[in-house]
């Protein structure tokens, strides 16, 4: 059974720092894209990050230079450090996978930054 679980969400200071986690299991992590997505409310929900099975990594124009992923393979651990927060990075983020021809997404974590 494919679970993740994010945490680390919370509320922070514009200019503040946050860094978000996602274990998995269920999966062969080493295998397995991973990818942090963001929704406010209002907005469609947005590609943050992402990371291939051997630590290729892409961030999204949005947070580019503020955002960096990485992953932790014995871990079986994502994250997602965020820096510089602005309010307008208020959202609740997930992370997700795909696996064996399906979508996976944990419940979310709220961030949200005052100003």
């Known amino acids: 059974q494919v679970r993740l679980v994010e945490s680390g969400g919370g509320l922070v200071q514009a200019g503040g720092s946050l860094r978000l986690s996602c274990a998995a299991s269920g999966i062969v992590f080493s295998r397995a894209a991973m990818e942090w997505y963001r929704q406010a409310p209002g907005n469609q929900r947005e590609l943050v990050a992402n990371v291939s099975g051997s630590g290729k990594t892409n961030i999204g124009d949005s947070v580019k230079g503020r955002f960096t992923i990485s992953r932790d393979w014995p871990k079986n651990t994502v994250y997602l450090q965020m820096t510089n927060l602005k309010p307008e990075d208020t959202a609740v983020y997930s992370c997700?996978?795909?696996?064996?021809?399906?979508?996976?997404w944990g419940p979310g974590t709220q961030v949200t930054v005052s100003s």
């Open positions: 997700g996978t795909s696996w064996r021809g399906r979508y996976y």
